[in-house]
């Protein structure tokens, strides 16, 4: 399975899997978006 | 360099489904303060962006007063110590912009942080602003989407504000 892709300035590229595990850790430590 | 009010440092280009951007070169000791516009791109998601400075992930604090188009009702979030800054621009698949000003990134002093309303910026708006408390110098920073979400198209822009 491929992993999300990373931008740095003109490079995409895949992330590593120390990137992707960080990348999920945000999501799951990351609240919903607020509404009033 | 430093000649006229607002000076385009850099403009980059967003990728298709891309998880993050890593604008890089974009702080320098030319200028103290920038504003930084994302549009014309899209958002796989309705979400909003994150913001780092550099590799920091940690000492973000911030707060948002925000509102729907919808009603009248103003509510508020705020976040002490956090890993990044929240809700800087956002949008969906049918419109998203980022607007955000950043206060000495380069300077060896803590980094301010204000935007300009945009949020959620199809259904809400939303106006943070915060401190980096971590007195180092930044010359890049990262958006990134929320919840997974991706970035497609649309051009980033950074401007510095003109120093005495």
């Known amino acids: ?36 | 360099m430093n000649g006229i009010g607002l000076w385009l440092v850099k403009s980059q280009t967003v990728g298709t489904g891309v998880s993050s951007v890593n604008v890089t070169s974009a702080f320098t000791a030319d200028f103290d303060n920038y504003r930084i516009h994302w549009n014309n791109g899209t958002l796989s998601a309705q979400t909003s962006l994150e913001f780092k400075l550099g590799a920091s992930t940690s000492t973000y604090n911030y707060k948002m007063l925000y509102g729907s188009y919808a009603n009248a009702t103003v509510a508020g979030s705020g976040k002490e110590n956090q890993a990044k800054f929240e809700w800087c621009g956002g949008g969906d698949s049918n419109f998203a912009v980022m607007d955000v000003t950043v206060f000495q990134p380069f300077l060896t002093k803590y980094t301010g942080i204000c935007t300009n309303g945009f949020y959620n910026p199809n259904v809400e708006m939303g106006i943070m602003s915060g401190v980096h408390k971590t007195a180092t110098s930044y010359s890049d920073f990262t958006l990134t989407p929320s919840g997974g979400a991706t970035m497609t198209g649309g051009t980033i822009y950074v401007y510095g504000y003109r120093n005495v």
């Open chain 1, 1 to 36: 399975m491929s992993r999300p892709l990373i931008q740095i300035d003109d490079l995409v590229r895949e992330m590593t899997e120390e990137e992707y595990a960080a990348y999920l850790y945000n999501i799951e430590h990351t609240d919903p978006l607020p509404n009033a």
